[in-house]
């Protein structure tokens, strides 16, 4: 069955880095879009960076775009964001999740398959 494992989740003090992994299993890389997905109490589950698991193209939402970046390692059938410069409002639990949707898309809804999550927390 399709697994999503996040893991790197930590606290930290605002400004500084993290990267988070995502161990995938029990399906294959090129049938699906892999993304990463956060959701801050009292919010709504929001799309932060998404990537083609054929070709390896990156996607990013407003709240993605330009601190974060998201890559994978199909040897390993790992997908990574790493962040940088991070703000008390990245504070979020993250979430790892694919979809075998033609449209490309990063937003929740159109995602299938779920990972348990791992917390981030940005301290000042």
């Known amino acids: 069955e399709v697994q999503l494992v996040e893991s790197g989740g930590d606290l930290v003090q605002a400004g500084e880095s993290l990267r988070l992994s995502c161990a995938a299993s029990?399906?294959?890389?090129?049938?699906?879009?892999i993304g990463w997905f956060r959701q801050a109490p009292g919010k709504e589950r929001e799309g932060v960076s998404c990537?083609?698991?054929?070709?390896?193209?990156?996607f990013y939402t407003s709240s993605g775009k330009g601190r974060f970046t998201i890559s994978s390692d199909k040897a390993k059938n790992t997908v990574y964001l790493q962040m940088s410069s991070l703000k008390p409002e990245d504070t979020a639990v993250y979430y790892c999740?694919?979809?075998?949707?033609?449209?490309?898309?990063?937003?929740?809804?159109?995602?299938?398959?779920w990972g348990q999550g791992t917390q981030v927390t940005v301290a000042s």
């Open positions: 999740a694919a979809t075998r949707a033609v449209v490309t898309t990063c937003q929740p809804w159109a995602y299938d398959y």
């Open positions: 029990g399906f294959s890389f090129d049938d699906y879009l």
């Open positions: 990537i083609s698991g054929s070709n390896n193209r990156p």
